[in-house]
């Protein structure tokens, strides 16, 4: 098996692919640490439905005189194939959301999980009926020949992630001391969502960390969103609870443009983004370019992943020092 996972990985590296394409765009290749990377079907018709209803998130490119968003060669491809597509499908898919007005986040986890199986945990099983509609979305639309016509650009992505993935996301694990037996990683390639947007999710078998298209890879992002997926939940809970500077600190973050809405999730945000710094050996400027996005003191806790202690038994103790430790605002 092995042995396998090695020659698919050289085919990629090397651009060898055979010409039945859509046959091997579901196959997954392996890095040498052996983090899986792959397209998933269901994600592909997810967010081939979702474009075609309306999902319009990109980088503005134009602002007036009617904004214009940029897209992937992909997604473009995709979204102009679909534009004239049977439109009681997307009729059926709309009296869906109206049922189901559930976060995006919510759709895409359930569609990561159908590729594994097993049981459903019930904040998913509410969406049931998903599956049936891509069903009919792959039936109805020419859903499979985009694959395939969009197959040069999803290998071109994979093959870019083989190269740079495995020494960030091994240093990671060493950072959070997870152990050699612990779950999988994943890593799902999606053209057809929001260029530098990531995601992920436990699946109950393995971490699938979804990555949207970019003009190089995404890794910083891929290894912070792996860290918040398995930093312990206590970090956060503490944080929320007993962090005395949290409240002040996230409302000047959220004045720089931080996203995060409680102060658990900021301390979570601080934790994950400290690691990915750490786990690519990033150079000041980047904990400085962080900062002067509302991230604060990153510098100060990366260097606390060399406690040996788990992290939730030094996290506060690290967030205490962001407060204090902080260049002051100019």
């Known amino acids: 098996m092995r042995a396998c996972v090695q020659v698919l990985a ?69 979204r102009e194939a679909l534009a004239g597509a049977d439109p009681s499908v997307l009729q059926r898919a709309q009296a869906f959301f109206d049922a189901h007005p559930l976060p995006l986040e919510r759709y895409l986890a359930l569609a990561v999980r159908l590729e594994d199986g097993g049981a459903l945990p ?53 950072l959070l ?16 969502a929001e260029e530098g947007w990531v995601r992920g999710f436990h699946t109950g078998l393995r971490v699938v960390v979804v990555v949207g298209p970019g003009r190089t890879p995404e890794v910083e992002r891929v290894v912070r969103e792996y860290a918040r997926l398995m930093l312990p939940p ?19 973050a959220q004045a720089l443009g931080a996203r995060e809405a409680t102060v658990g999730d900021y301390a979570v945000a601080l934790l994950s983004r400290a690691l990915a710094l750490a786990a690519l050996q990033a150079p000041d400027s980047a904990y400085e370019a962080a900062h002067r996005e509302g991230y604060f003191g990153l510098k100060v806790l990366a260097g606390s992943f060399g406690d040996p202690r788990p992290v939730d038994a030094w996290a506060l103790e690290g967030l205490a020092r962001v407060g204090t430790g902080r260049a002051p605002r100019k």
């Open 10 to 78: 050289v085919l990629l590296a090397l651009g060898a692919w055979p010409a039945r394409a859509e046959t091997d765009w579901f196959a997954s290749v392996y890095t040498p640490g052996g983090i899986e990377i792959r397209a998933d079907a269901r994600v592909f018709s997810l967010f081939a439905l979702l474009n075609r209803a309306g999902y319009d998130a990109g980088p503005l490119r134009r602002e007036h005189p009617v904004p214009a968003y940029r897209y992937s060669p992909a997604r473009t491809r995709v």
């Open 122 to 174: 019930a904040e998913l099983r509410e969406l049931e009926g998903l599956e049936t509609l891509l069903d009919h979305v792959e039936a109805k639309w020419p859903v499979p020949a985009l694959r395939t016509e969009t197959f040069d650009d999803y290998r071109a992505a994979m093959r870019a992630y083989l190269a740079v993935a495995d020494a960030p996301l091994q240093r990671a694990q060493q």
């Open 177 to 192: 001391r997870l152990p050699e037996s612990g779950p999988g990683i994943r890593l799902v390639v999606n053209l057809l």
């Open 234 to 252: 206590q970090v956060g809970e503490q944080a929320q609870a007993r962090w005395t500077a949290g409240p002040a600190l996230l409302r000047e």
